[in-house]
Nanobody
Framework: QVHLVESGGGLVQPGGSLRLSCAASRSIFLSFVMGWYRQAPGKQRELVASITNGGRANYAGFVKGRFTISRDDAKNTVNLQMNSLKPEDTAVYYC???????WGQGTQVTVSS
């Protein structure tokens, strides 16, 4: 089992930026895929971005060109840089790792003027 803790969420104006971080309680070296998901009220949880332990990133179409995922296996962290935020990006963002199918508790991102 691995414990994941997200941070970095908050309230930001449209067009602004946030950087989310996910800290793992143990090495993520064996986690092939680390991902960020989000869930807006009344909607299903959806994949935002993922990254393999080889550094290959995958993005949902609605964030391409705006968000960047990165991982640092030495620090057991996965980050999500979010730029040009839109009101429709408002959601709870969750970190996930695939080796133990672990989820974090989520961090709220609200984009509003």
């Amino acid at each position: 089992q691995v414990h994941l803790v997200e941070s970095g969420g908050g309230l930001v104006q449209p067009g602004g930026s946030l950087r989310l971080s996910c800290a793992a309680s143990r090495s993520i070296f064996l986690s092939f895929v680390m991902g960020w998901y989000r869930q807006a009220p009344g909607k299903q949880r959806e994949l935002v971005a993922s990254i393999t332990n080889g550094g290959r990133a995958n993005y949902a179409g609605f964030v391409k060109g705006r968000f960047t995922i990165s991982r640092d296996d030495a620090k057991n962290t996965v980050n999500l840089q979010m730029n040009s935020l839109k009101p429709e990006d408002t959601a709870v963002y969750y970190c996930h790792e695939d080796a133990y199918n672990s989820w974090g508790q989520g961090t709220q991102v609200t984009v509003s003027s």
